[in-house]
């Protein structure tokens, strides 16, 4: 047996640097001749159009509440005072402007609620009791009458204060509607499944604009004289109907996805029909539609921007009604429009970063 | 009809839709603690056959007499009747978002009312009977097939069955896995609860089952003891069964 000798293999090159800044750069924006190609090119649409947008926007913008110094930089830089200018109109729309703490107060409160409620550790019977308060609390404040406070009529009500109640309502309404609906398309009994067919094909093929108008102006026709329901409440009713029609079909895409397997083992536990849903398909199936539903609840959110076509000025209502009334100031729409924009994008963001919290916390049975 | 048998299928006739007839004529009667191994080509009406027994399918035809109460549209009859048949599927269907010990307690916490530190007693007791006790806290999905599957025995056992249905509980297994759910379920066999076993595995049905029926085209075609069946079977589409499944 012939001895084993040692031989040492050639060492290899040292490795290219793989870490760092320079390195992600090479590998991922000057990967191949394509990417090389597409990265210079964007890099030459973003120096041509970055420079002008901070120009405008930053150096030659006009902050101060002067409309001859904005009206002098028009078309060269924004004029960012029109908004220091107007925004109690924007935030606030056309409750009164003494008392506008109340939609100050009022508001704060229910975005207080609205950010407890989406903790973990307010996840308890209580909250229901929470909500019932903060609403009282919210309606009494904005709407007076009581306590030596002004009324103010519902359809004073505007602005920010407004786009949360909308929505917030809406969403916390349209949920439950939403999950009867789903299960009802997927009932045994045929009475049940057709009227819940009906009622997501109907108001899927109409806008929400033409809802909106229904609740607002048909509504009231159809009444007997001397009934009247405040419109803002036949507004809250037609958004929720709406926006619970597509959230319907979201859930009942998730009650779909539930192997047969799980309900037939449900069955032979003696789980009875709700039993099985509440414990064993709904929590299953809500997980796989979370996207699905924040993608609703989004898309709620910005929706309630319509009723401004029936006389409620909501944020982007508050915003036209501030402008358009003020000769001064109309030209400067798109400083005011992308003020807004900001506000709706910070809502939105947050929901969206909330709802890949949600997601984690509901696949932590899927992780290994 | 003697006051012995548990289960008494009389003329059962099903069609799923209007004609594909998946059982016909079916005559069987199960006694009490009588362990029977159904087995049969794929398509021959043996799932069907035990998943009329606790109603997860209806028959069209005949009658069906579960410990007593007959099957049909009465959905007292059928809850009365589940609650004594348990069941273990191929696919193990435990709950994937609750935990083992969790998926254990639902029903008898739901369904029979018990509270929650007894139910979780009398979950521990069975999952040490399968020998997965240390598992009580994890997820379905983080334990192996084998795992589940004991786990899913551990769940029906949990409501003190009378009877127990097995639906092919070892086809979807790894095979190095199907040892340890055969072990546990031949420890049931030994514990005198009437078991019906869809199973392809014939050591199973040569160590523990009292009698092997043989199911093709939706009919049973031949019923036997273990011993006779495999050693001489009567007719000719048994013995092509057989030299297929044991041939190699």
């Known amino acids: ?368 | 009809m003697s006051d012995n048998n548990i289960i008494t299928f009389d003329k059962v006739n099903k069609w799923y839709g209007n004609n594909f007839h998946v059982l016909r004529d079916i005559d069987l009667q199960v006694k009490t603690g009588e362990r029977i191994v159904v087995c049969g080509p794929s398509g021959s009406g043996k799932s069907t056959l035990i998943r009329c027994i606790n109603r997860l399918e209806e028959h069209q035809q005949g009658r069906l007499v579960v410990d007593g109460v007959e099957l049909s549209d009465d959905v007292r009859a059928i809850d009365d009747v589940r609650k004594k048949v348990g069941m273990v599927f191929q696919q193990f269907n435990l709950f994937p978002h609750l935990t083992v010990l969790e998926n254990l307690t639902l029903s008898p916490m739901w369904v029979g009312k018990v509270p929650k530190k007894e139910a979780e007693e009398k979950a521990m007791q069975q999952l040490e009977r399968v020998r997965i006790a240390n598992q009580a806290n994890k997820y379905p999905l983080q334990l192996s097939g084998g795992q589940q599957q004991r786990v899913a025995i551990a769940r029906a056992l949990c409501l003190k069955p009378k009877i127990m249905l097995f639906d092919e509980p070892t086809s979807a297994l790894d095979p190095e896995m199907i040892k340890e759910v055969l072990d546990v379920m031949i420890e049931m066999a030994s514990q005198g609860i009437t078991m019906l076993c869809v199973t392809h595995e014939m050591g199973f049905a040569k160590a523990v089952a009292d009698r092997v029926i043989f199911m093709d085209q939706g009919q049973i075609v031949e019923q036997n003891n273990p011993h006779d069946f495999f050693n001489n079977p009567q007719s000719d589409r048994s013995r092509d069964f057989l030299s297929k499944i044991l041939g190699h």
């Open chain 1, 1 to 368: 047996m012939t001895a084993t000798v040692f031989q040492p293999i050639a060492a290899r090159s040292a490795p290219v640097k793989t870490e760092g800044p320079v390195a992600w750069i090479r590998s991922n924006l000057f990967g191949d001749v394509r990417t090389a190609f597409g990265t210079v090119c964007i890099v030459l649409v973003l120096l041509a159009l970055v420079p002008r947008l901070l120009n405008w926007g930053l150096v030659n913008a006009v902050w101060a509440k002067d409309y001859d110094a904005c009206h002098a930089a028009a078309g060269v830089g924004a004029c960012w005072g029109v908004v220091s200018e107007k925004f109690r109109i924007i935030i606030f729309g056309r409750d009164p402007f003494e008392e506008q703490w109340r939609p100050l107060v009022a508001a704060a409160a229910l975005l207080g609620l609205l950010v407890v409620s989406c903790m973990r550790a307010f996840w308890r019977p209580a909250l229901g009791l929470l909500w019932a308060v903060v609403l009282a609390f919210f309606f009494t404040v904005m709407y007076g009458g009581v306590l030596g406070l002004g009324r103010v009529e519902t359809d004073r009500w505007g602005g920010l204060p407004l786009t949360l109640l909308l929505s917030s309502l809406s969403m916390t309404m349209a949920f439950p509607i939403a999950l009867l609906v789903a299960l009802g398309r997927r009932s045994m009994l045929p009475a049940i499944r057709s009227v819940c067919t009906v009622y997501v094909e109907l108001i899927r093929g109409v806008p929400l604009i033409s809802v909106l108008f229904m609740a607002s102006f048909m509504f009231p026709l159809l009444m007997p004289q001397g009934f009247s329901i405040d419109v803002l409440v036949r507004v809250l009713a037609g958004i929720t109907l709406f926006a619970a029609a597509y959230m319907a079909e979201v859930i009942r895409g998730g009650l779909q996805a539930v192997p047969k397997g799980q309900i037939e083992a449900a069955a032979t536990l003696g789980l009875s029909y709700w039993q099985t849903q509440r414990k064993i398909v709904l929590p299953q199936a809500l997980a796989m539609v979370v996207p699905g539903v924040m993608n609703n609840f989004i898309s709620t959110f910005k929706d309630t921007s319509l009723v401004t076509i029936v006389s409620l000025y909501e944020l982007t209502g508050a915003m036209s009604l501030a402008l358009n009334s003020d000769s001064n100031w109309r030209p400067f729409k798109i400083e005011g429009y992308l003020f807004i924009a900001l506000i709706y994008f910070v809502f939105c963001f947050s929901m969206s970063r909330y709802s890949i919290w949600i997601e984690k916390q509901v696949n932590k049975s899927r992780l290994r």
